[in-house]
């Protein structure tokens, strides 16, 4: 209990009593009244509810409250409130339909809002009251639903639901009756509009139907049923309006939908829905109608029907006089107009088809033969055949020579009578006996033979076929005036005929003349011999000499400037006029755009209207000769190759041998400056170092040997030409000695260049060398670096080699140059201006090669007592990055003392394998001697002690050294391997991926100790 008195419910756990919207819709299905269903309601939540009695009341147009459901409310309390005014102040009912909101009374004896019923209420024992608008759809009020307690008390939230469900579902069962009632008055309504309606369409003189939104059939008038009666039993209440199209499209009621009925219904339902405008319709039975149709407000069509048959006969009739006209006048406009006069009987037979709605025809000439006789020969046959919507004619070319298979007894019957022939049953008709054309895939239903006349003479017949409606007299007279052009036509066409008889053979000689010189693939042109001036040129010279047509003719060709010597042109003329023809005259011709071409001139004089002209013949051999050119350079290059190959075969065989020679030589004398003062004299020992330098000279000589010779990819990597100089100043400047001085000229922006840094290097030193020698009593050596850029022409024809950007390392002495002879022998092998003792030969053929190999070329410019510049090129990327590479190379000569491990040597050559042996025990080692692979592995294999080494030469006939070495690593996992070869570059190259100890031939001593000590000292540590 609150304040005042005044009760609150406590909220209940559950809200079973609230309504469910399944008990209206149970009383609307079962058609109950409204005062049922809203009473049903009431007693529903009063019985799923305490202490509460409910109340309906219904607002009529006069804004009344009306009793609607109150069955436990007194009798005397619902009459009396019945009818109340609805007002701000008028309870809570009538406040709530006033305010259109919800009012709650908790104690009707103090709230204002009672006033004036507050007696009443009390009297019935009616303390609170909670009342709440019922609202339509669309938001306007349709009553009020209250619930009255016997005791003053506030709602709780569960009476809010209540309220709130209650008012929902009453708002649904009132505007479901309002609805019903309004429905009911309709319908009485539309009944009576209906079948006024129905009695003013069906006196209508046109056809109409209505379509609803569904497109169902709603009704339509005795005169549709009429224009479609075939299918009048389809046109009844609820049809769709596809059915019925469909059925009569199938039936043939429309004759446009005839053979293509689904086409012609989904167009028919495009234009049903969309319609736009009037259109016609044929009828199967041949009437016509007018069509027009219009969407109604509810989405539906109506349509109505009218009959336009006679109207669209006259039409015909009158578009078929206009036809008419207009194809006599094209007729004549094509026969003028077109320059193919055969086309006549096309276009003669094409309008008759066209005007008279035929299927095909034919139509001939009347000839006259040799012996008088006439015959007829067919000029042209054409049918009609069905594209899309419309139709249009082809002709029939398969045979247009042959007398075609129109029977004698037609022809003759019109060569007598003159008249047409007309068949409206040609299988029985004796005059068409054997007439079956075989361009008809219908056969022969119907046929019109007509004659053409001119001035009173049979010149053709044409035969026109297969008309829907047949043919008769009245078709004929209509067509008279077109068989009369016909005639005029074929009479010119006769006449043209000669006429083009008599200019044939001057156009085919003209045409003769005219392809022989035009489409000829040699430059030709025609001048006046008298003028000089050009008539005519062919397309072969204007292509061959850049020049339009309008540049050339007229002139001269000295005013074009043809000639590069006009007096060759001026003697080509002079022989013409004494011997009428001059043959392959060498000439230079220049181009529009001045190059020069080199060409063949051959003129002949002809007369032409007795006007003397010169036919002038151009054959350009400028490719031939190019060609020419570059074979013959290619044979030089070639032969070139080939020697250098074979030299380099040579070198590499010499060079091989003399590396034995040499290790016999070097080793040896090394051997002997190891003795001591007490064994060997100090005076030879002068002598003794001065056969180790020859032998190191030769040993140089012998690297160049083997690198000439040898083919080999070099080790390619971005390199900084001017890093590269700048490092190698200092060396450079003592390898030229105090009186030459050394500039460099290096331009910073010189690219990297893609080559092998040691050949680079190689051939530097190499060119250095020259020029120190070329300056014999000083000088200035200039070294300097540029990029350039060679065009495809530039480097094809001077160097021979690939266009693009190249680095130039440039190297000019100021010495005492060379002559022309020779520079042209300067790269050749062996070739040397320099005296015996000093130079080779194979110097600067080893730059060439190795220029060569890293994409480059290499060029020479000298004179006489005036210096020499060699310019290397090498090809070269923007944006690569160049990593400076430092290397370090052990340089030791110390001579390393050895221990007392066994030594296998092998070598098939005895003076070699003697001195190695020596000097491997001078050494302190123990050393056991193989002459050859097979010894060795017999000696392996029968020695008792421990082998640790084996030291043998790689080339060795019967087995190489890496053959014996895994023979003999398979006696004996433990022993290691040196190889001693004269082209140790090549061994590392074949055994690519694997680990090798080589030394390279010949051998100093200091080297070979060093690497046996290192090898012996390895396995020693693996051991430990």
Not at 68 to 79: H, M, Q, T, V
Not at 132 to 153: D, E, M, N, W
Not at 528 to 541: Q, S
Not at 757 to 780: H, K, P, S
Request: charged share 25%; proline share 3%.
């Amino acid at each position: 209990m609150g304040q005042n008195g005044i009760e609150f419910f406590a909220q209940q756990q559950t809200f079973q009593a609230l309504p469910d919207i399944k008990i209206i819709l149970e009383l609307i299905s079962k058609g109950g009244s409204l005062r049922e269903t809203l009473t049903t309601l009431v007693e529903y939540i009063e019985a799923n509810s305490e202490d509460l009695v409910c109340s309906i009341l219904l607002l009529d147009d006069e804004n009344r409250l009306r009793h609607g459901a109150a069955p436990n409310l007194p009798e005397d309390y619902i009459r009396s409130i019945d009818g109340t005014k609805i007002g701000p102040n008028e309870g809570s009912c009538g406040a709530a339909a006033s305010r259109n909101q919800q009012i709650i009374v908790t104690d009707i004896a103090t709230d204002p809002l009672w006033k004036n019923y507050k007696k009443l209420a009390l009297k019935h024992d009616l303390r609170a009251c909670w009342s709440a608008p019922i609202r339509s759809s669309t938001g306007s009020v349709l009553g009020t639903f209250a619930i009255y307690y016997h005791k003053p008390c506030q709602p709780s939230e569960f009476h809010k639901q209540l309220i709130e469900q209650a008012v929902y579902l009453a708002a649904i069962a009132i505007e479901h009756s309002r609805f019903e009632e309004n429905l009911h008055k309709s319908e009485q309504e539309s009944r009576q509009l209906r079948v006024q309606l129905t009695e003013a369409i069906e006196s209508l003189t046109e056809g109409f139907a209505l379509y609803d939104a569904e497109d169902r059939l709603v009704m339509c008038n005795s005169k549709y049923r009429e224009f479609y009666n075939e299918s009048a039993d389809l046109l009844y209440p609820g049809q769709r309006f596809e059915d019925h199209i469909r059925i009569s499209a199938y039936r043939g009621q429309v004759a446009e939908a005839v053979g293509r009925e689904e086409e012609w219904i989904q167009e028919r339902l495009s234009q049903h829905k969309n319609p736009e405008g009037s259109y016609r319709q044929k009828l199967g039975n041949g009437h016509w109608l007018l069509i027009s149709e219009q969407k109604t407000a509810e989405g539906g069509v109506a349509g109505v029907r009218t009959e336009i048959t006679q109207q669209v006969l006259y039409e015909q009739e009158l578009r078929a006089s206009l036809n008419l006209i207009e194809s006599i006048r094209s007729l004549l406009s094509h026969y003028i107009a077109d320059s193919n006069p055969d086309k006549v009987f096309e276009d003669l037979l094409q309008t008759l088809l066209s005007i008279s709605d035929s299927e095909f025809g034919f139509i001939g000439e009347v000839l006259q033969t040799e012996a008088g006789s006439a015959r007829l020969k067919t000029r042209a046959m054409m049918k009609t055949i069905q594209k899309d919507e419309s139709q249009q004619l082809q002709s029939d070319q398969s045979s247009p020579e042959q007398e075609y298979c129109i029977p004698e007894t037609l022809f003759e019957h019109i060569l007598a009578t003159g008249e047409a022939v007309i068949s409206n049953q040609p299988a029985e008709d004796p005059r068409l006996s054997g007439f079956s054309p075989r361009y008809s895939d219908s056969g022969l239903n119907s046929f019109l033979g007509l004659p053409i006349y001119s001035q009173g003479e049979l010149i053709g017949v044409a035969g026109i076929a297969n008309r829907s409606s047949g043919y008769d007299e009245k078709q004929v007279a209509f067509l008279k005036p077109l068989l009369v052009t016909g005639g005029t036509l074929l009479s010119a066409y006769r006449n043209e005929i000669i006429r083009k008889k008599n200019e044939s053979a001057l156009r085919i000689s003209e045409e003769r003349f005219s392809k022989v010189f035009h489409l000829n693939p040699m430059g030709k042109v025609i001048l006046n011999l008298n003028t000089a001036k050009l008539i005519d040129v062919n397309e072969a010279f204007l292509k061959s000499t850049q020049y339009a047509r309008a540049e050339v003719v007229g002139k001269t060709l000295n005013e074009i400037n043809l000639y590069v010597n006009p007096e060759y042109w001026d003697e080509i003329v002079r022989i013409v006029r004494q011997q009428g023809m001059v043959y392959d005259q060498e000439s230079t011709l220049r181009i529009k755009n001045g190059e020069k071409r080199s060409c063949q001139c051959s003129a002949f004089l002809i007369e032409i209207a007795e006007e003397p002209l010169l036919l002038v013949m151009f054959k350009d051999v400028t490719e031939q000769r190019q060609a020419k050119e570059l074979n013959r350079q290619l044979q030089i290059q070639l032969q070139h190759s080939q020697k250098m190959k074979a030299i380099g075969q040579l070198a590499t065989g010499v060079a091989h041998e003399f590396n034995n020679i040499l290790v016999g030589i070097n080793l040896n004398a090394e051997l002997l400056l190891l003795a001591s003062e007490d064994r060997f004299s100090e005076e030879f020992r002068g002598p003794l170092n001065d056969i180790v330098k020859s032998g190191e000279r030769a040993a140089e000589l012998v690297k160049q040997m083997l690198a000439f010779g040898r083919k080999r990819e070099p080790n390619t990597s971005w390199i900084d030409l001017n890093a590269m100089l700048s490092a190698k100043k200092n060396i450079l400047q003592r390898i030229l000695g105090k009186t030459i001085t050394l500039k460099l000229d290096l331009d910073p922006d010189t690219v990297p260049a893609w080559a092998d840094e040691a050949e680079v290097e190689q051939a530097l030193m190499n060119l250095v060398v020259n020029a120190r020698d070329a300056m014999a009593t000083g000088g200035t050596l200039t070294i300097s670096t540029q990029n350039v850029v060679f065009s495809e022409d530039h480097v094809s024809n001077e160097y021979g080699t690939l266009p693009g950007s190249y680095s130039r390392l440039s190297v000019k002495d100021t010495g005492c140059g060379m002559s022309p002879e020779t520079v042209e022998q300067i790269f050749e092998p062996f070739f040397t201006t320099k005296p015996a003792d000093m130079g080779t030969g194979l110097g600067l053929s080893t730059v060439f090669r190795d220029i060569s190999n890293n994409g480059g070329f290499i060029s020479v410019e000298s004179q006489l007592g005036e210096g020499t510049e060699f310019r290397i090129y090498l090809p070269q990327d923007q944006g690569n990055v160049v990593t400076e590479k430092n290397g370090e190379t052990a340089s030791s000569q110390n001579l390393t003392v050895g221990g007392t491990e066994t030594i296998l040597v092998c070598d098939d050559e005895e003076m070699v394998l003697s001195v190695v042996a020596s000097l491997l025990e001078a050494l302190g080692y123990s050393v056991v001697k193989a002459c050859g692979p097979r010894e060795a592995i017999r000696i392996a294999t029968s020695h008792l002690g421990t082998i640790s080494l084996l030291l043998t030469d790689f080339n060795m006939p019967e087995m190489n050294g890496q053959q014996l070495a895994q023979q003999i690593v398979q006696l004996d996992p433990q022993i290691k391997v040196i190889y001693l070869s004269g082209m140790a570059e090549d061994i590392l190259e074949s055994t690519e991926g694997k680990h090798l100890e080589v030394v390279q031939k010949p051998v100093k001593l200091g080297i070979l100790s060093q690497k046996i000590r290192t090898v012996l000292d390895s396995c020693d540590s693996v051991k430990k």
